[in-house]
């Protein structure tokens, strides 16, 4: 299957400090990433949608102000957690389509975000 | 009601049995039904996905979709310890991001 990489895969910071997540596909390019969160012993619940040259698409409920989403190219998409708070501590994980006619979904390996 | 249900379990199977996972979605436009395997501490990994009614299979996994009961299932055959995860069940619904239930914990017991 395809690759997708997310960096960092662990981070532990400050409350306040803002977190810069990337999530890149390795072997094909990837019009639209998706941003999911996990939370212990709960399933991934959709954050936002990234496309590619245009703004995303957040979930209700999803603080568009506090999670940035840049989709600069066609591998690349990043997650910032701005201000971050021990409620954000989660798991983040980013997954890619291919182009529009594909359903399949590849998933990165997910970023564990500790806010102390 | 959730969009898709799993029965979280645990579901403890002995090694060598069928496990059957079992899900149900709300949306009748669902299109495309995707399992998943999780591992602790892991992001999910594609197990298959079915588009058609009927039954699907690949190797020791067969996914089943019968859309006018709304509900899609995994067996696993010759279950095996390592085959313990969380299976998540994913649905499609046409907005391209997937739909994830809940999961469902198994243990196969050696």
């Known amino acids: 299957g395809a690759v997708v990489s997310q960096h960092p895969s662990r981070v532990i910071c400050k409350s306040g400090t803002s977190v810069k997540i990337e999530c890149r596909s390795l072997?094909?390019?990837?019009?639209?990433m998706f941003w999911y969160r996990q939370f212990p012993k709960q399933s991934l619940m959709l954050m936002a949608t990234?496309?590619?040259?245009?703004?995303?698409?957040?979930e209700q409920g999803v603080e568009k102000d506090k999670f940035l989403i840049n989709h600069a190219s066609l591998t690349l998409s990043t997650l910032t957690v701005t201000s971050a708070h021990p409620e954000d501590s989660s798991f983040y994980i980013c997954?890619?389509?291919f182009g529009s006619g594909s359903d399949e979904q590849f998933f990165g390996p997910g970023t564990r975000l500790t806010v102390l | 009601q959730k969009e898709v249900e799993q029965n979280s379990g645990p579901l403890s199977v002995p090694e060598g049995a069928i496990a059957s996972l079992n899900c149900t979605y709300s949306?009748?436009?669902?299109?495309?039904f995707f399992w998943y395997r999780q591992y602790s501490g892991k992001s999910p990994e594609l197990i298959m996905f079915?588009?058609?009614?009927g039954d699907k299979e690949d190797g020791r996994f067969t996914a089943q979709l019968n859309k006018a009961s709304q509900y899609v299932s995994l067996l696993i055959r010759d279950s095996q310890p390592s085959d313990s995860a969380t299976y998540l069940c994913?649905?499609?619904?046409?907005?391209?991001?997937?739909?994830f239930g809940s999961g469902t914990r198994l243990q196969v017991q050696p």
């Open positions: 997954s890619a389509r």
């Open positions: 072997d094909f390019q990837a019009t639209t």
């Open positions: 990234s496309n590619e040259g245009s703004k995303a698409t957040y």
């Open positions: 949306d009748r436009g669902s299109q495309s």
């Open positions: 079915i588009y058609s009614n």
């Open positions: 994913a649905v499609d619904t046409g907005r391209r991001a997937l739909t």
